[in-house]
């Protein structure tokens, strides 16, 4: 049997385009490409077919490089509660619309903050426990901790503003 042809996908975001082979799917295959984006923004595409020819499926993930550290119940008391810097923390669940800008904002503020602030995300609906212990009711929520204490937390999808407020009354206290 003659391996599959290949067909050519192009991507120009930018000045420099990307251009990956496509294989062509068998009955019986797999296939995964991913493309890299100079602003950390990755496109994976997972091709699959099944047994039946007529159906085939497409699966697209996208994600982005977070600054922001994951935590977990698990994790929690060691990351968190015993931080010798103030930590704030993005309570989140992967279906939340609002959440994906909220991570935007954090990842910005990781960055502006390093050093004098440690930030995470927890995915709530992983971690009950810890988003029940904390009255978190909602989803995006971020709280802001100071020698293992909640100070200050900012409720929904807001402005920037709004969380450099928060941090700010956090590293003055």
Not at 87 to 106: D, K, N, Q, T
Not at 137 to 150: I, M, Q, R
């Amino acid at each position: 049997m003659a391996s599959p042809s290949c067909a050519t996908s192009r991507y120009s975001g930018s000045s420099s385009s990307l251009s990956r082979p496509l294989p062509l799917l068998s009955s019986q295959s797999l296939c995964q490409v991913q493309f890299n984006h100079p602003l950390g923004l990755s496109l994976r595409l997972k091709l699959a077919s099944g047994a039946r020819k007529s159906r085939s499926h497409l699966r697209v993930f996208c994600h982005r490089d977070s600054k922001a550290a994951v935590v977990t119940g698990k994790s929690w008391d060691k990351m968190i509660l015993e931080s010798d810097v103030p930590v704030l923390v993005e309570f989140y669940a992967s279906w939340c619309g609002p959440c994906r800008m909220v991570h935007r904002v954090i990842d910005e503020v990781a960055t502006e903050y390093s050093g004098r602030l440690k930030c995470f995300v927890l995915d709530a609906d992983n971690d009950l426990k810890v988003a029940e212990n904390y009255d978190v009711k909602a989803v995006p929520v971020v709280l802001l901790f100071k020698n293992g204490e909640k100070c200050d937390s900012v409720i929904g999808s807001m402005p920037k503003e709004f969380y450099v407020a928060a941090i700010e009354r956090v590293l003055a206290s």
